[in-house]
């Protein structure tokens, strides 16, 4: 039957690509995805891809989208933990246990960087964990810059998943990645019950890092009869404050 003619019933076009490339991905691997054999598993002409996608670059970011959909609703929908790191906590395992289940999708999506570029269900991830970042350093309990812990938690939970999806599942220590998280975020944020007095005193550069830190978190959200000129200077400061304790 033709596209044109195709049932009412059947999937479209577009989404009848998407699984059968999906489906080749998760059977054999990224290498198993070509334009041969996506057109022929989803009963297309192989111009209707490039039609869509533009090209097979474009289906495979679809694809990873795709198979990301489920992991990223879950980290968006779940109950948030009170305290924000624990909330961190719970995004690395997510994460970890994503990739360890999906290993064709997870090494699609990280597997193989190039600077500058990204793929999209990676940028949405990324957003995510930006948010989720973004409570603790609101709560004055980061010990580096919302950057800098972003980039930390997001370099060690990739590289220990692909190291992870890298290992024969016998072989596997999961205790590995909990190792790991832990040693990150002790390096990135401090513990509920630090306080000035118990932490260090204002004077001690880490305790005004911390603040600093804080307050810029909280800046966008300020009430504060500034001018943008202002608001610019002021986290520059702030800035300045957050990298003096390193």
């Known amino acids: 039957m033709s596209e044109q003619f195709a049932s009412p019933q059947a999937p479209p076009t577009r989404d009848r690509i998407v699984a059968a490339a999906a489906q080749l991905l998760t059977e054999g691997g990224r290498d198993a995805v070509t334009t041969r054999s996506v057109s022929g598993a989803a009963g297309v002409q192989p111009p209707t891809i490039y039609r869509l996608f533009g090209d097979m670059d474009g289906l495979l970011d679809t694809v ?10 879950t980290k968006v929908e779940r109950e948030h933990a009170a305290d924000p790191v624990d909330d961190l906590r719970q995004g690395w395992d997510l994460h970890t246990d994503f990739g360890l289940a999906n290993p064709a999708f997870y090494t699609l999506i990280y ?16 957003g995510i964990l930006r948010g989720l970042v973004h409570r603790v350093a609101a709560e004055g309990r980061l010990r580096v810059t919302e950057r800098q812990a972003v980039d930390m938690i997001h370099n060690a939970g990739r590289g220990v998943t692909l190291g ?5 599942p016998s072989d596997r220590d999961r205790t590995v990645s909990d190792r790991v998280r832990e040693a990150i975020l002790a390096a990135v944020t401090t513990p509920a019950a630090s306080t000035d007095t118990e932490g260090g005193t204002p004077a001690d550069p880490a305790s005004a890092a911390r603040h600093a830190i804080a307050l810029n978190a909280a800046l966008p959200s300020s009430s504060a009869d500034l001018t943008p000129a202002e608001r610019a200077m002021l986290s520059e400061w702030l800035g300045r404050i957050a990298s003096s304790a390193r």
């Not at 990873?64 to 609703?73: C, E, K, N, P």
């Open 64 to 73: 990873a989208s795709y198979g990301f959909a489920s992991y990223l609703r």
């Open 111 to 126: 597997g193989d960087p190039h600077p500058g570029e990204q793929r999209t269900a990676a940028r949405e991830a990324a």
């Open 164 to 168: 992870l999806i890298g290992t024969a």
